[in-house]
T-cell receptor, first 115, second 116 residues
């Protein structure tokens, strides 16, 4: 597609339920990133995928958070046993990795509300 | 520590006014990139500019200009003759060499409201 696509755009769930958020990167982009944006705050890095390399999971806040990516395509961010503090906008970005010159292009995000 | 500070939480201006958004960063890396992104109400971050740490030349793109000063660790963004369509949240971000150039560190953002 023309840009990074995320679904759903909005998700409301009950505390304790699991949720899956999907990201379709720009075609041909080898790198994919997930960020979390809490209300009124900047983005926090969660996880980074680059090709077939092991993902950088250093930003995941707890073991309830996990993410997968199939090859260089779709990624899914899963939050298990959701808590109210997980309420945020989850943004995905993708980039070409050309030496040190990558620019991350972002989707519109998934707004997660945990009741 | 790696950190980006955008001290201005909200700015309100009238159309055609000039406005400067401040960004101060902290890093021990000598090699890094700095970015500005715009987040309109639709939510999608729009890339505006990337600047590497070895290039302190100011840049102008239409009504937008950026002033990078390593001596004060600042990368300020000026919009000249603001328009209503400039209303958005603007984020400054740091991409340090030590992070492998894959972990953008964002400021909290500045919400700009341009009134007609």
């Amino acid at each position: 597609g023309a840009g990074v696509s995320q679904s759903p755009s909005n998700k409301v769930t009950e505390k304790g339920k699991d949720v899956e958020l999907r990201c379709d990167p720009i075609s041909g982009h080898t790198a994919l990133y997930w960020y979390r944006q809490r209300l009124g705050q900047g983005l926090e890095f969660l996880i980074y995928f680059q090709g077939n390399s092991a993902p950088d999971k250093s930003g995941l806040p707890s073991d309830r958070f996990s993410a997968e990516r199939t090859g260089e395509s779709v990624s899914t961010l899963t939050i298990q046993r959701t808590q109210q503090e997980d309420s945020a906008v989850y943004l995905c970005a993708s980039s070409l990795v050309q030496g040190l010159k990558n620019i991350q292009y972002f989707g519109a995000g998934t707004r997660l509300s945990v009741l | 520590a790696q950190k980006v500070t955008q001290a201005q939480t909200e700015i309100s201006v009238v159309e055609k006014e000039d406005v400067t958004l401040d960004c101060v960063y902290e890093t021990r890396d000598t090699t890094y990139y700095l970015f500005w992104y715009k987040q309109p109400p639709s939510g999608e971050l729009v890339f505006l500019i990337r600047r590497n740490s070895f290039d302190e030349q100011n840049e102008i793109s239409g009504r937008y200009s950026w002033n990078f000063q390593k001596s004060t660790s600042s990368f300020n963004f000026t919009i000249t003759a603001s328009q209503v369509v400039d209303s958005a949240v603007y984020f400054c971000a740091l991409d340090p060499f030590s992070g492998g150039y894959n972990k953008l560190i964002f400021g909290a953002g500045t919400r700009l409201a341009v009134h007609p």
